[in-house]
């Protein structure tokens, strides 16, 4: 039980590597302790437990702010508010479980299989069941020099590289490893740093056109945004944003569900929209309906007032958007948290893009959309820019809203492209293809931010191969262990 217990804390302390704390040290020591714990264990058993409470400890500290969506809205939320971060912890935490199991299996001695059966679990973790990739291990690198890697080998490969530098560590630590293994644990840590310091180095400075985008960021609260006394002050802040100095800029963005009526029964709100934009296309956050249900949409507005395109989004967030298991979450008295949710929004299709004007092609990404690298690629047409609208209030204010902006930053550099941000209540930014803020409104502002538009980069390699090529790799040497187990386990003739 102590082993059990001591990879519950050193998993907790893991997580303050990812935003808003950035302690990336202390993940890479929290994954070499827990190596060092595995190494004790004696039973597959004690490895599944182990690898279950780190993984428990890991989530648990990583999505604490779960909790703040069910204290939104209906009271019936209230009673999940401290189950749900539980349930999402021990639930996510069963992949660690079989990482640390088939690791026991392979090699109850090898770090690195160890290493290597967590790396599989995470890309797993990434694609299953939707997939949910929030809080992997490369998104501990932002804002630091290594986080430039995810344009070439993206976050899979990024992810894989933080388990091999914490096998390093660990070589270097432990006192049974032998000369050979600490030098060349040495050795890789040397030529990773100067790969990093001699890629972040050369960065140029911020390049822009001339385009001036405004990203405006009403800050209303998910407990006031859809109070019917308080939409009209929000719509006026976004309009008195929009139409704010001498000259109109060249697109203003507005956040997810910026107005409060769905988009057949909006057209006063879209006139005055236009009328304070003074001709710059608007592009803004709507709810609409049709004869399958309802979705959540992005609409430009040109000059007039007109919805000229329209991108309905096509990645929808479990229990927020959507009930999976309708009927069982039913008959237990759960239902969606988001307006219309329990009737069930629909996930809209057909092609993923926008055209601005002189700014060029926009990829839009609605909220969730951003934390997936798949949904930043657009293999028909390589866009001008990444365009993401979000309603971040439902996160709070505590590391969730942190966390996602964090993703953003991320897409930006893997596809080295710019990306303009507006989120209701932050944190609202423009970043560069190198995931450096240009512009930024912080979480809880109200106002506006007006910035130049970043230039793109050419391609990124990442753009061109996704994660293929490091999921292969982790899929090869993991059946390069297999293989050499089961000739292991095979008897003698």
Not at 61 to 79: D, H, M, Q, R, T
Request: contains cysteine.
């Amino acid at each position: 039980m102590i082993p059990a217990i001591l990879a519950l804390i050193a998993g907790g302390i893991g997580a303050l590597g990812l935003p808003p704390y950035g302690l990336w040290p202390l993940t890479i020591l929290s994954l070499v302790g827990t190596s060092q714990i595995y190494r004790g264990l004696t039973d597959w058993r004690q490895a599944s437990l182990v690898g279950w409470t780190f993984g428990t400890g890991y989530f648990g500290i990583a999505f604490s702010w779960i909790f703040e969506p069910f204290l939104v809205g209906p009271k019936e939320f209230a009673w999940l508010a401290f189950f749900a971060p539980a349930l999402l912890a021990a639930g996510l935490a069963l992949f660690w479980a079989l990482a640390f199991t088939v690791a026991h299996w392979l090699s109850r001695t090898s770090i690195f299989g160890l290493l290597l059966s967590l790396a599989a679990v995470e890309v797993a973790r990434a694609y299953l069941f939707s997939g949910f990739p929030w809080a992997g291990f490369a998104q501990i690198w932002i804002g630091t020099g290594p986080d430039l890697l995810l344009s070439i080998i993206g976050p899979q490969g990024l992810m894989l590289v933080t388990l091999i530098v914490a096998a390093m560590v660990f070589g270097l630590l432990e006192p049974k490893s032998n000369n050979a293994s600490k030098l060349l644990s040495a050795v890789g840590l040397t030529l990773l740093v100067l790969v990093v310091v001699t890629f972040s180095s050369r960065l140029p400075a911020v390049t822009s056109t001339e385009a001036i985008v405004r990203i405006v960021q009403p800050n209303a609260s998910q407990e006031e945004k859809w109070d019917r006394d308080k939409i009209p002050k929000f719509f006026a802040r976004q309009l008195t944003a929009t139409g704010a100095g001498d000259s109109p800029p060249d697109l203003i963005v507005w956040p997810e569900s910026a107005i409060a009526p769905l988009l057949d029964d909006a057209d006063a709100e879209f006139r005055a929209i236009s009328k304070a934009a003074r001709g710059a296309i608007v592009v803004l956050g709507v709810n609409r309906r049709d004869e399958e249900g309802y979705y959540n949409s992005m609409v430009a507005l040109d000059r007039f007032g007109h919805v000229a395109q329209r991108y309905d989004k096509q990645k929808l967030v479990p229990f927020g958007e959507f009930m999976p298991f309708p009927e069982f979450f039913r008959k237990l008295g759960i239902r969606g948290l988001a307006e219309w949710a329990d009737r069930g929004y629909v996930a809209g299709s057909g092609l993923r893009r926008m055209m601005l004007g002189d700014l060029g092609l926009a990829l839009p990404l609605i909220c969730y959309e951003a934390i997936f690298p798949e949904l930043a690629r657009n293999d028909a047409q390589r866009p001008d820019l990444l365009l993401q609208i979000t309603n971040d209030a439902w996160f709070g204010t505590r590391a969730g809203p942190y966390q996602h902006f964090a993703q953003a930053r991320m897409r930006a550099i893997e596809q080295g492209l710019p990306i303009i941000r507006a989120a209701n209540t932050g944190i609202s930014a423009a970043i560069d293809p190198f995931g450096r803020i240009v512009e930024i409104l912080p979480l809880g502002a109200t106002g506006f931010v007006d910035a130049k538009l970043p230039t793109p980069l050419p391609k990124t390699l990442y753009s061109r191969t996704g994660d293929g090529p490091a999921i292969t790799l982790i899929v090869v040497l993991l059946l390069t262990m297999f293989f050499g187990k089961v000739a292991q386990l095979r008897p003698e003739r």
